[in-house]
């Protein structure tokens, strides 16, 4: 993994602004620990911030025809179709190397245009200045795992892997409006806009380009509704190749890591592993000892572990390392806006610190759920009339009116920003975009939408976080469910054949079946392990009294001050739906740590 950042403003010099560029990159240091470049011209500045065993190689990459510069590139993230690019590109008649994943995309560039995205597999975000043209393409992964913002010029444009970075520079203005704060409160933004006023994002599977003649933005690949032909057996079939497929492009040569939980998606994802590499892999299993969560996963991971042969490491995170100050910062850091989830986001990132010890590299069982259909329940994919996202209307069944975490802000403050419109649009919009086929049974349209709405609005709460968290602590996280090819097909899979023993994931059960013991495969579902333990509590609460003794808190305008005083003063409040009671604290803590340390100025 690494960070990349850039300038592009044809109305100044920038040969003389290197500062600010350089300030920039210097930003992405949670992404790229072990050194930085820029590549400068007249018209375009690129940056790369570097990891030690970032495969990309040296960055910014040029390519040069007699002598002079043609195209530069700075590219974030891993191809997992590189020997194939490699043999494509070595006849275009061009010189220069073809050894680093940034090199091969920087050709397929020159050769196909922005069309090379199209021949492009992998998790991956970058910029190519084509020196030519004097434009500048902008591109980001099918499901947007490697993110990628801007901030649109008069002239130009400026670009960044973090807002923190776009936010370093003297022309961005840190503004929170309206839309923003809905966009943080709702966890969902709209299609291509960043929370902060004026920035953009670049949305997965499209190239955005910026020339002489204006902006331009593309798609290139989207999920297509397609009549499903196989029976059972040729669906598994077709399933476990394509998944196959997907865990040997991801692996590459050798066995990987893998984060091991002891649930059925990173217990199958094992068990495939060591069929498909041939040997069976090191795993890595987080514990906070007995206590943790309703259902302790050490027992069923040690059942993969001893079932498959694994070479395996428990990774202890002490509750007292969930309140270090350092750690909250880090978490913080790593991520673009806050979000109610508090020590599921501390842990993960202290337990890939500690797993970034031993191996570079971890595949994770995330997005199993939306590919395979375990998001969606009996009685809401037979429900109809929803006007909000799932996971809002299952916040409302604990009472908590506007979602996840947001039991503590001013509600006649919320009625005013319009938030319950806002989520009602966003989710038109997003129910919008879900292609179907004529004539499908609603049950199957609705299975469709759910399906849609967990892979284009809430991955970025799952896959996306992680992926920046794993960046943060020095660890590239890779998500072989998350293979395009893999959730094209099974997106065209009938709900009632997704589900044909009556059970969730039936399809991947199927699948496992002889790779795991059936103690795994019949597991309840539990969510990410989180902490029970009594101090990481009392540490909200205290840090909430604080936050609300201190008058020049920025959050402070936004609350409900006798409801936040309330839960500060009864720490039961933490308790209710299991751990989405603190999530109300944890939403005010994070945005409030957020505004300050990222200068947010509110404009609503």
């Keep these: 993994m690494s960070g990349i950042a850039g300038w592009v403003d044809r109305g100044r010099d920038l040969t003389r602004e290197g500062a600010a560029a350089a300030v920039m990159t210097a930003r992405l240091v949670t992404r790229g620990r072990h050194g930085e470049a820029l590549w400068s011209s007249r018209s375009a500045v690129l940056g790369h911030r570097a990891d030690a065993l970032d495969r990309a190689g040296a960055q910014p990459a040029v390519v040069r025809e007699d002598g002079e510069p ?83 010029l008069p002239e130009g444009v400026l670009f960044a892997s973090e807002v923190a970075a776009l936010a370093a520079h003297p ?71 394509l998944l196959d497929d997907a ?18 998606d990173s217990s199958a994802l094992t068990g ?88 570079p590299v971890a595949l994770s069982g995330e997005a199993a759920d939306a590919v395979f259909g375990g998001l969606i329940s009996e009685q809401e994919r ?91 602590a020095g660890l590239q996280v890779r998500f072989p469910f998350s293979d395009h090819r893999l959730f094209g097909y099974l997106y065209n899979v009938p709900w009632r054949m997704k589900s044909f023993d009556g059970r969730d994931k039936s399809l991947l059960r199927t699948i496992a079946r002889d790779l795991l013991p059936a103690s795994v495969l019949d597991r309840p579902k539990v969510p990410f392990p989180i902490t029970y333990h009594a101090g990481y509590k009392q540490s909200l609460t205290a840090r909430l009294r604080r936050l609300l003794e201190d008058p020049g808190a920025p959050v402070l305008p936004l609350l409900d001050l006798s409801a936040a005083q309330r839960t500060a003063d009864d720490p039961r409040a933490l308790d209710r739906g299991g751990w989405l009671g603190r999530a109300d604290v944890e939403m005010v803590l994070q945005l409030d740590g957020w505004m300050r340390t990222r200068q947010i100025v509110l404009a609503l």
């Design 171 to 241: 022309l961005v203005s840190t503004e929170l409006d309206a839309e923003g704060l809905c966009s943080v409160l709702a966890q969902v933004r709209r299609p291509g806009h960043a929370v902060l006023r004026g920035l953009r994002e670049v949305r997965p599977a499209h190239v955005v380009r910026f020339g002489r003649d204006g902006v331009t933005e593309r798609r290139y690949w989207a999920l297509e509704a397609r009549p499903h032909t196989q029976d059972l057996a040729g669906t598994i079939e077709t399933a476990r190749g």
């Design 272 to 359: 495939l592993v060591a069929e498909v590499a041939g040997g069976a892999p090191r795993t890595f299993t987080v514990s906070f000892g007995d206590s943790a969560a309703a259902v302790p996963d050490r027992p069923f991971a040690q059942a993969v572990v001893e079932r498959v042969g694994c070479d395996h490491r428990e990774v202890l995170v002490e509750p007292g390392e969930l309140t270090d100050p350092l750690v909250l910062d880090a978490v913080l850091a790593a991520k673009d806006f806050p979000s109610p989830f508090g020590d599921k986001n501390l842990t993960p990132y202290l337990f890939y610190r500690r797993v970034a010890e031993h191996s």
């Design 382 to 472: 037979a429900s109809a009339g929803h006007r909000t996202f799932p996971w809002i209307e299952r916040a409302r069944t604990f009472g908590m009116a506007h979602g996840i975490g947001n039991g503590l802000f001013d509600a006649g403050l919320l009625d005013e920003l319009g938030f319950a419109s806002f989520c009602a649009e966003r989710y038109q919009e997003a129910v919008d975009e879900v292609p179907h086929l004529s004539g499908a049974p609603d049950d199957d349209r609705r299975a469709r939408e759910i399906d849609h709405l967990h892979m284009t609005r809430l991955y970025e709460q799952a896959v996306n976080h992680s992926e920046r968290l794993g960046a943060a």
């Design 70 to 152: 043609i195209a530069v590139i700075t590219f974030d993230g891993v191809l997992y179709n590189a020997s194939e690019l490699r043999s494509l590109l070595a006849s275009d008649g061009r010189r220069g190397p073809l050894e680093t994943d940034a090199e091969l995309v920087l050709r397929a560039y020159l050769r196909w245009g922005p069309a090379a995205a199209e021949r492009l597999e992998g998790m991956f975000a970058f910029a190519v200045w084509d020196v030519r043209e004097s434009a500048l393409l902008l591109c980001r992964d099918r499901f947007g795992v490697k993110p990628l913002s801007y901030l649109p």
């Design 247 to 264: 865990i040997a492009r991801e692996a590459g040569a050798g066995t990987p890591s893998v984060l091991l939980s002891g649930g059925l």
